[in-house]
């Protein structure tokens, strides 16, 4: 196998599995350490730099970072709370205004709209106001957030959070235009913007229209995200004591929370699917579940039942998960009677789609056979010179801190094309830093010592409580002790064991002392499975890289499985030579008008 | 700061026969320093011990003085150990196998609680052939008293400081050879490949074994002009043959090329499957490999390997025809078998 080119910061990045799994590559590690630290407002910086939405990330975020977290991986562990140290920072930072750009700026003559203003647009207005451009909000509701306020509730998003991330970026000198529903794209591009930024979501979601009885009772019928929506925006202030949830999203799970709020005594998510299978986030349905809402699976919704107008339930098959012989999964009918429930009312929150009523099809904005707009994975451009998409509005609906991660490269793209510049060749490279930790012998810049802990849950506030009021957060946070007890289960997969083979002497001590069995010296095999095959510890795992190195004097290679390594810098420390040493990596996307130019 | 080992093990370790995973065999972690050879035969012994499905209680580590004493601490936790005064580890041994024959005795010496200290204890417990084994790490000076060159530094050896070691060296393999010892090995502490076997024949064999290791001391003992750093000892390095211990339930599957491959059947069953390099050199003839060590010297050259083994080995227990079973399993019944064996014995000596 070839050596490793650990001069490509891509190799190292995806050492750091959380940040690598991160679509904004926030540097959590990092940010870890700062809040173990007490560092707060650095940590919130940190993140507030990356992610935009620190104190919303840290109550909602889809957290991919966490199933991919190493410690996750190892003997009977769970990956470390990394969205709820998040949350840590953002609850303990002092005044971090004073640490952000500070408006007015100097114009650059520049005139960019952005049209909703969800995390996505507000992402690029982040980015690009402090570079002067005159930034044009448009958003049909009357604050900003996008479906940050609209879908998710406030007991798991207190407004007071929202709005302090919001503001800090609308205070960047934003023109805001809400309650204005732009109808017209046309219009938006005879205005003399120089760029025009999409970020309308997935706004429309999918409904049952043709189901039996489903117009008769349309008054108890209700589409979930608008119902969500409805209920932030104060429109709707209650429900019938029987509600029936359809679907195992995660706005399934906020619909059935947010009816026992209104009034829904006796509350059920029902979903087509095994329970396993359902898309909600784990803690998601659990949490539901914690308020006694019941999930039942495998039952496939078939007609409403309506009595002289009235909604009176529904009508399910029961059936079970089957594999096909093309390794398909369909869902078959046990064959046995359909099954009736009783509802009052009825939230269908069965998925979202895009929608792009507003946009003419004659602009040069494609479109393909889907209704989606043909949108560049890299630039985020659309096949019209001045118009881009980000955020759920470009693929579909994903989450919060995707939408971020496509702001970002929009802003990228868009301050490129204003500039003139090509949009992929001269796209900025990353920001990348690697320096030695050594302060000792035995003495590393950062805590090396592997904790035992368990992963730390955090605090709920009293169901009795919560229940009877809507906008009361459930979860309390960790305070900052335990939020320091949790910091320290972090592996600090950031500090890399860099290994220089013109320094070793193949004394072993590293291979011998590894807890883990990472390291192995071996004779090289030209193909990668042979040389997994016989390291100490076979490497099995193949999203994981081997590192290699190149020939030693003894004609064997170094070959360190990245898998479970527990960077206790163990390795560095049995060097004599210093062949290994930790040095700390920081990657951190670059944003738009941040790179060398 | 650490001198912490993370509790976290690899989570797909493999399990021996016994069902222990190889940390099961582990020591404390480490107080020698970073890179010092000992540190690799320990991690050698811990592998082998693990393959070998040993049980860790059916095992006494034994030392006397000095970093290489120091090293049944890093290894084997769960096993016995005794770490006795400079030089005397083979008396502790012989008192503690005569009392209990069932365990492994696994003496672990150096250079200077072997060649210096030690002499008269090593070879007395060559001659009496202590069914044990007995591992020399070996580096040529005085670690633990920064580095004065011992009775196995090379003449003509440089020191760390500078100076040439006037004065013969003891050749360890040589003497043992000389007095009788009736399993020799030779090895290398950068060399897992041969002496992890050997380990595993030594501790099959059923006599005193003995293993000299060159373990190079990376603080004293590493620098240009030594001949015992991991440079010139892997330059002059030179195997009798490669090796291989087969357990006796395993096939032999390996084809060398005919004349070049010897198997050794051990008294069990078991086999050493050598692949011979070095010429007119026979492992179980030992005027041949008294031979071989003096040519091998005469070239500045470092033998390793399996250099000397006899399968027929008589050791201590049989020579003194002391009783087969351990004393600790002997019964106030065995020991005092009442007036009439008595009168037997009394009657036999009238």
Redesign the interface.
């Known amino acids: 196998m070839k050596s490793t080119d650990i001069k490509d910061p891509e190799y190292f990045h995806k050492v750091v599995d959380c940040q690598y799994a991160c679509p904004a590559h926030t540097p959590v590690p990092h940010y870890i350490r700062l809040i173990a630290e007490g560092k707060y407002s650095e940590a919130y910086m940190v993140n507030w730099d990356s992610n935009v939405f620190p104190g919303v990330l840290g109550r909602t975020c889809d957290r991919p970072c966490e199933p991919a977290c190493r410690r996750g991986r190892l003997d009977s562990e769970e990956p470390v709370a990394i969205c709820r140290l998040k949350r840590v920072a953002a609850d303990n930072k002092d005044d971090v205004k004073t640490l952000m750009p500070q408006a007015p700026f100097k114009p650059n003559g520049k005139k960019i709209a952005l049209i909703g203003a969800g995390p996505a647009s507000l992402t690029v207005a982040r980015d690009l106001a402090p570079e002067g451009y005159e930034i044009h909000l448009f958003d049909e509701q009357k604050l900003g957030g996008g479906f940050m306020r609209s879908q998710i509730p406030s007991f798991r998003l207190p407004e007071s959070v929202l709005n302090e991330e919001v503001n800090f970026i609308l205070d960047l000198g934003i023109h805001t235009h809400f309650n204005k529903y732009v109808e017209s794209l046309k219009e938006v591009l005879s205005k003399d913007y120089d760029a025009v930024f999409i970020g309308t979501g997935a706004p429309r979601g999918r409904d049952l229209p043709d189901m039996l009885g489903r117009w008769e009772a349309a008054a108890n019928i209700h589409i979930g995200i608008n119902w969500l929506g409805s209920v932030a925006f104060e429109h709707t202030s209650k429900i019938g004591k029987n509600v029936i949830i359809l679907g195992g999203g995660n706005t399934a799970m906020d619909c059935c929370r947010t009816a026992r709020r209104l009034g829904g005594e006796n509350v059920k998510v029902i979903v087509r699917s095994p329970f396993s299978e359902m898309k909600a986030s784990p803690w998601e349905k659990e949490d539901a579940q914690h308020e006694d809402i019941p999930i039942i699976d495998n039952h496939v919704p078939k007609s409403f039942v309506v009595e002289n107008g009235v909604l009176k339930g529904m009508m399910f098959d029961r059936v079970f998960a089957l594999i096909d012989e093309n390794g398909k999964r369909k869902l078959v009918s046990k064959g046995e009677d359909e099954v009736f429930y009783a509802a009052d009312d009825v939230l269908i929150a069965i998925g979202q789609e895009n929608s792009f009523p507003w946009i003419e099809r004659d602009l040069g904005v494609e479109f393909d056979n889907w209704e989606m707009p043909v949108v560049n994975e890299k630039t985020f451009a659309s096949t019209h010179p001045k118009v881009f998409f980000g955020g759920d509005s470009a693929w579909g609906p994903k989450n919060v801190i995707t939408a971020v991660a496509h702001g970002h490269q929009a802003a990228i793209s868009i301050d490129l094309m204003c500039k003139q510049k090509n949009l992929l060749l001269e796209r900025p490279s990353p920001f990348v830093n690697l320096v030695s930790q050594k302060m000792g012998i035995h003495e590393w810049s950062y805590d090396s010592e592997v904790v035992n802990d368990k992963r730390y849950l955090v605090p709920q506030a009293d169901k009795k409580l919560t229940l009877s009021n809507r906008k009361k957060e459930v979860e309390l946070g960790f305070d900052p002790f335990h939020g320091f007890k949790e910091a320290e289960r972090c592996l600090n997969c950031d500090m890399q064991t860099v290994f220089s083979e013109t320094k070793c002497i193949e004394c072993d001590a590293c291979m011998d002392v590894c807890p883990t069995a990472c390291i192995s010296f071996v004779d090289n095999e030209d193909e990668e499975s042979d040389l997994r095959a016989k390291l100490k510890v076979p490497a099995n795992n193949l999203s994981q890289d081997l590192y290699v190195s190149n020939t030693l004097p003894t004609k064997r290679v170094m070959v360190k499985d990245e898998n479970v390594c527990l960077h206790c810098g163990l390795c560095a420390e049995r060097c004599p030579t210093s062949a290994w040493d930790i040095q700390k990596f920081f990657y951190s996307v670059t944003k738009a008008g941040k790179g060398c130019h | 700061?650490?001198?912490?080992?993370?509790?976290?093990?690899?989570?797909?370790?493999?399990k021996n026969k016994l069902g222990y995973s190889i940390d099961f065999y582990e020591g404390a972690?480490?107080t020698l320093?970073?890179?010092?050879?000992h540190?690799?035969i320990?991690?050698g012994v811990i592998q082998a011990c693990y393959e070998m499905n040993i049980e860790p209680h059916r095992l006494a580590k034994l030392s006397g003085i000095g970093c290489s004493s120091k090293t049944p601490a890093y290894f084997l936790s769960n096993s016995h150990g005794f770490n006795s005064v400079h030089g005397r580890m083979p008396s502790v041994a012989t008192g503690a196998n005569l009392a209990n024959r069932d365990l492994i005795y696994f003496g672990v010496s150096g250079d200077g609680d072997t060649a210096s200290i030690g002499m008269g204890q090593f070879v007395h417990v060559i001659r009496r052939n202590l069914n044990m084994i007995y591992i020399v790490m070996n580096n040529g000076c005085y670690g633990l008293t920064k580095g004065q060159d011992s009775a196995t530094a090379d003449n003509g050896s440089k020191n760390k400081s500078g100076q040439i070691n006037p004065f013969e060296s003891i050749d360890l393999a040589s003497l043992a050879i000389e007095l009788g010892a009736e399993f020799v090995a030779q090895s290398f502490?950068?060399d897992?490949t041969q002496l992890i076997p050997l380990i595993k024949a030594a501790i099959k064999h059923p006599g005193f074994a003995f293993i000299n290791v060159i373990s190079?001391c990376?603080?004293f003992n590493?620098n240009v002009g030594s001949t015992k750093s991991?440079?010139y000892v892997?330059e002059h390095l030179d195997a009798t043959s490669t090796i291989d211990f087969v357990p006796e339930m395993k096939e032999i599957t390996t084809n060398y090329e005919e004349g070049s491959s010897e198997n050794i059947k051990m008294h069990d069953g078991s086999f050493l499957q050598l692949k011979k390099l070095a010429k007119d050199w026979d492992p179980m003839n030992r005027e041949s490999v008294a031979n071989a060590m003096m040519i091998a010297k005469l070239k500045g050259e470092i033998l390793t390997g399996l250099l000397y083994m006899s399968p027929n080995t008589k050791d201590l227990h049989n020579t003194l025809e002391t009783n087969d079973r351990a004393l600790n399993s002997l019964s106030k019944k065995d020991l005092c078998p009442g007036s009439e064996i008595l009168k037997t014995i009394n009657s036999e000596l009238r």
Request: with cysteine.
């Open positions: 700061m650490s001198y912490i080992r993370p509790k976290f093990r690899h989570p797909e370790l493999p972690l480490s320093c970073a890179g010092c050879g540190d690799s320990s991690a502490s950068g897992k190079p990376v603080t590493n991991y440079d892997r």
